[in-house]
C-alpha cells in the first residue's frame, strides 16, 4: 500500500476504559504517495505501545461501534427542459440499501423518468359501454381514446359504481380511472422483500 492517509491519535490507550474518538476528514491527514480520498479501500490501525509495558505483557484492544457518518452515495440527474419550462424543481431521497454511486445514479434516472411523465386521473360516465360477460371491476386496465382530449392510452379502473334506471331500462356506468407510470425498481423491490419473507418463512427462520 503506497498511497494513503494517516493521522496520529495520542493519548489513546487507558487501562479498562472505553474511549470515544471522532476523526473528521476537515482536520488535516498527513498524506503518503498520491492518496485520493475518492479512492479509499480499505481502513487500518496501527498501534504503538509505550516501551515500559513488560515483554512478557500482552496488550488486549477491543474496537466497538467503527462508524462512517456524510459518507453515503450519491447520484443526481436532471432535466434542463424541464426546467426551463417549469422552473427548478427539486426531490431528494434518501434509500440506505443503496450500495454505490451506479445504483444511486440508476435510482436517479428511474425517479426522473417516472415523475416526467404526469399521473392523470380521469372519471367517464356511459350508458352505452358493452362489458359482455364479464363485469368491469376495480383494478382492471382499459383503453381509453378520447381525440378531442388528446388522451389516448391504457388507465386502471379505480372505481366502478353501476347504476340502473328501472325506468328506463339503462344501464349508466361511472369509472375512476388513474394512470400512472409503474416505478419497475419499487415492484422489483417489494416482489424480492415478499420473496425474501417467504424463503425465511419456509426456512423456519421467522
Known amino acids: 500500500m503506497d498511497n494513503y492517509y494517516y493521522k496520529e491519535i495520542r493519548d489513546l490507550i487507558h487501562v479498562d476504559e472505553w474511549r470515544k474518538v471522532e476523526l473528521s476528514l476537515k482536520e ?17 490501525f496501527l498501534m504503538e505501545f509505550p516501551y515500559d509495558i513488560p515483554q512478557d505483557a500482552t496488550p488486549f484492544i477491543q474496537l466497538d461501534h467503527l462508524v462512517f457518518e456524510d459518507c453515503r452515495f450519491s447520484a ?15 426531490l431528494t431521497e434518501t434509500d440506505e440499501e443503496l450500495r454505490s454511486d451506479n445504483e444511486c445514479l440508476l435510482r436517479a434516472k428511474a425517479l426522473l423518468d417516472y415523475y416526467s411523465i404526469p399521473a392523470e386521473q380521469l372519471t367517464v ?3 352505452v359501454i358493452d362489458y359482455g360477460n364479464t363485469p368491469i371491476l376495480p383494478a382492471d386496465k382499459i383503453h381509453v381514446t378520447l381525440p378531442n382530449e388528446n388522451v389516448d392510452a391504457d388507465f386502471r379502473i379505480e372505481s366502478v359504481e353501476y347504476r340502473v334506471d328501472a325506468r328506463t331500462q339503462t344501464l349508466e356506468i361511472t369509472l375512476e380511472l388513474g394512470r400512472e407510470k409503474p416505478l419497475l425498481a419499487d415492484y422489483l423491490y417489494a416482489l424480492r422483500s415478499k420473496t425474501d419473507s417467504l424463503s425465511r418463512y419456509k426456512l423456519g427462520k421467522v
Not at 488535516?28 to 487500518?44: E, F, L, M
Not at 427542459?81 to 427548478?88: D, F, K, M, R, W
Open 76 to 90: 443526481k440527474q436532471q432535466n434542463t427542459n424541464s426546467q426551463n419550462a417549469y422552473g427548478l424543481r427539486e
Open 28 to 44: 488535516y491527514w498527513a498524506p503518503v504517495g498520491s492518496p485520493d480520498w475518492t479512492n479509499i479501500t480499505k481502513v487500518g
Open 125 to 127: 360516465k356511459s350508458t
